[in-house]
Each structure stands twice: as structure tokens, then as C-alpha cells.
């Protein structure tokens, strides 16, 4: 299965129950242009992502973008920016897509590949709630 494939079949994880009637990004700064890093290094580049969204003061949530079956994990944010802003920082953190939430529709998009815009249905039917 090709990653691109692969990321249309994403689940998230959360530790929080989710407002969904705001939109919202779903950015990862782990495993750049999809090439899978040492856990050291992606712990230090998702830290430099959440120092840069403090920094911007940009509210973020911590999430973790899962494969169905839980074969793979990638540690991302939830960050409230507009759709630009949101490219524009995945792009910096050089991830092949993000995620994005409209009016509680989830959408996958293109950074660096050279894909469309594909919708995937409703962003609650892909969200595991996980215990404290």
C-alpha cells in the first residue's frame, strides 16, 4: 500500500474528548517526507513543533495519527490555524500532508506530494477515545 493510501485509512487517538464544530489542522513534525526516523529524532523534532506553536501562540492539542490497527503511530497536534497557515507549517516540518477538519468533515492534504484533496468522511467516526 502506497503511504499515500495508507494515510487515508488514519485513525487518532486522543486523551480528550474533541470540540469538532471549530475547524482545525492535523500536523505531525515525526518522520519527514515519510521516511521513518529514529524515535530519538522524532521526539526532537515534535518538540521543536510544539515549541514553535507556543511561540506562535497558536492552541494546540496533542493527538496521535494511528493505523487501524495500530501497526503505526505518529505523534501530531491538533492546531487551530487556517488551512495556509497550517501547509505552510508542514511544509517547514517537511510532512507529505496534513489533515484538516471542516465543520467536522476530515480531509486529506497534500504538502509535499502531489496528490488531490481528498475528503474522508466524518473526523468523530475516526477518533478512539483513549482512558486516562
Not at 493505523?67 to 505552510?88: H, T
Not at 480531509?107 to 477515545?129: A, D, N, Q
Amino acid at each position: 500500500m502506497s503511504l499515500w493510501e495508507s494515510y487515508k485509512t488514519s485513525i487518532f487517538l486522543c486523551h480528550q474528548a474533541l470540540n469538532c464544530d471549530m475547524d482545525f489542522a492535523i500536523i505531525s513534525a515525526q518522520n519527514p517526507a515519510g521516511v521513518t526516523e529514529h524515535p530519538y529524532l522524532n521526539l526532537r523534532r515534535d518538540k521543536e513543533l510544539q515549541a514553535y506553536l507556543n511561540q506562535q501562540r497558536l492552541p494546540h492539542r496533542s493527538v496521535i495519527g494511528s493505523a487501524p490497527d495500530r501497526s503505526f503511530e505518529e505523534k501530531s497536534w491538533i492546531v487551530l490555524c487556517d488551512k495556509g497557515n497550517a501547509i505552510a507549517l508542514a511544509r517547514q516540518f517537511e510532512q507529505n500532508a496534513i489533515y484538516w477538519v471542516e465543520q467536522g468533515e476530515l480531509f486529506l492534504v497534500p504538502v509535499l506530494l502531489s496528490f488531490g484533496e481528498e475528503k474522508l468522511g466524518r473526523f468523530t467516526e475516526r477518533v478512539i477515545l483513549l482512558p486516562d
